[in-house]
């Protein structure tokens, strides 16, 4: 089997990778990433030698080159994650959203189409996507399957619209087609603009820790590793043209979270300022922010037997360790070293 995983030098891309080449050396897995700011393969550094294992550098926003890697590699399915993911530079910049996350879905929805030319038999395509598509909740209730959609940011509204036509190609052309809409990722290799590498990050540095609003945002954290045997499961045993939520169980308001991320740094590091919580400091907030997200995960773990392996505390763990491990793969990433990197391994 012939698979295109889309967005595999980012974060979640890259653990789904690298389980997918470990889990399966039939497979030939084909990591197709832009390598934008959040893509990076030092990400996949210890398994870029596998021999089942090929990277395209390629823009999916561009029509003529996708649908000549599709000719050239006739991929069976497709495990779509590349995107612009974060919700403040889309605030900054919406149309390079609409762009990524809405023309490079259809382009790629159309080169398949054009591929398998209505022959789907074992053909998937899998679209990752997120809950902040259904919008915002209140102070009680979840996000099902079957939750209206309601996306408050360009952001979300970009990965809505995207739902939305592969859902379309499913019904219109008889594309078989999965997606599931995950909540809030964490863990290693994570761009640090999000939440919990940002504020360590910003820890290390002796940087204020930005607070948005009140801080009284929820949302429902799930580390990464669990979600990328989440998407495993749904990709080899999801019902064709489903929907899956996947969740970790786990709601936190950001401020609670970021005192608990300051705790555990504090054990860690011996501050001259005393306790890192002395960073924290209320901005701003940003606009539309939504409320709160959290996910019923029934569906998942009813059909499909899933549910997260890894305890909030015990990832939150792994997590710091692994940013205060790696300490130059945050310098990279933020300096610009990266490219470096990039020019002397690929010699372009
Ligand atoms: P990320 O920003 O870390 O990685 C995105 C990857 O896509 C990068 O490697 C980037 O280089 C690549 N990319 C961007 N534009 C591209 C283009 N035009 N052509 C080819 N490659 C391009 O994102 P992430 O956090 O790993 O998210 C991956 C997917 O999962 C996204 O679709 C996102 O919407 C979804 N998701 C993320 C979360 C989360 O908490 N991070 C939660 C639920 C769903
Ligand atoms: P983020 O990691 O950007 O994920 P998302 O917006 O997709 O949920 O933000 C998580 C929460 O943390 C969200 O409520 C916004 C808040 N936040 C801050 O308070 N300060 C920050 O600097 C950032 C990046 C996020």
């Given at each position: 089997m012939r698979i295109l995983i889309t967005g595999g030098a980012g974060f979640i891309g890259s653990h789904v990778v690298r389980l997918f080449l470990k889990k399966?050396?039939?497979?030939?897995?084909?990591?197709?990433?832009?390598?934008?700011?959040?893509?990076?393969?030092?990400?996949?550094?210890?398994?870029?030698?596998?021999?089942?294992?090929?990277?395209?550098?390629?823009?999916?926003?561009?029509?003529?080159?996708?649908?000549?890697?599709?000719?050239?590699?006739?991929?069976?399915?497709?495990?779509?994650?590349?995107?612009?993911?974060?919700?403040?530079?889309?605030?900054?910049?919406?149309?390079?959203?609409?762009?990524?996350?809405?023309?490079?879905?259809?382009?790629?929805?159309?080169?398949?189409?054009?591929?398998?030319?209505?022959?789907?038999?074992?053909?998937?395509?899998?679209?990752?996507?997120?809950?902040?598509?259904?919008?915002?909740?209140?102070?009680?209730?979840?996000?099902?399957?079957?939750?209206?959609?309601?996306?408050?940011?360009?952001?979300?509204?970009?990965?809505?619209?995207?739902?939305?036509?592969?859902?379309?190609?499913?019904?219109?052309?008889?594309?078989?087609?999965?997606?599931?809409?995950?909540?809030?990722?964490?863990?290693?290799?994570?761009?640090?603009?999000?939440?919990?590498?940002?504020f360590i990050n910003n820890i290390l540095q002796k940087k204020q820790l930005p607070v948005y609003g009140d801080g009284n945002y929820t949302r429902d954290w799930l580390y990464v590793e669990d979600h990328a045997i989440a998407i495993d499961l749904i990709f080899h045993k999801g019902k064709a043209k489903e929907t899956y939520n996947i969740g970790g169980l786990n709601e936190w308001k950001n401020i609670d979270l970021v005192k608990l991320l300051c705790d555990k740094m504090d054990k860690r590091l011996n501050l001259d300022f005393g306790s890192s919580r002395n960073l924290i400091t209320y901005v701003k907030d940003r606009p539309g922010h939504d409320l709160r997200y959290a996910i019923d995960a029934s569906k998942i773990k009813e059909e499909l037997g899933w549910s997260p392996l890894v305890t909030f505390h015990e990832g939150l763990e792994k997590t710091i360790d692994w940013y205060l491990n790696n300490k130059d793969w945050v310098d990279n990433v933020t300096s610009g070293k990266y490219q470096e990197y990039y020019k002397k391994q690929y010699n372009n």
């Open positions: 399966y050396p039939k497979y030939y897995i084909y990591n197709l990433d832009a390598l934008t700011y959040a893509g990076n393969l030092e990400n996949l550094h210890d398994v870029e030698n596998v021999l089942n294992y090929t990277f395209i550098k390629g823009d999916i926003t561009n029509e003529s080159f996708v649908l000549k890697l599709f000719d050239k590699y006739q991929f069976d399915a497709v495990i779509h994650l590349a995107a612009e993911s974060h919700v403040d530079r889309s605030i900054l910049d919406p149309l390079s959203f609409v762009k990524t996350n809405v023309l490079g879905t259809i382009n790629l929805l159309n080169a398949f189409k054009n591929c398998h030319n209505g022959n789907y038999d074992r053909k998937l395509f899998y679209h990752i996507s997120t809950d902040e598509v259904y919008g915002s909740l209140g102070l009680t209730g979840l996000f099902k399957e079957t939750t209206a959609y309601q996306p408050n940011s360009p952001y979300s509204a970009s990965k809505a619209s995207s739902d939305h036509f592969v859902r379309a190609y499913g019904e219109t052309y008889g594309l078989p087609y999965l997606i599931s809409n995950c909540s809030n990722n964490y863990g290693s290799n994570q761009f640090p603009e999000k939440l919990i590498p940002l």
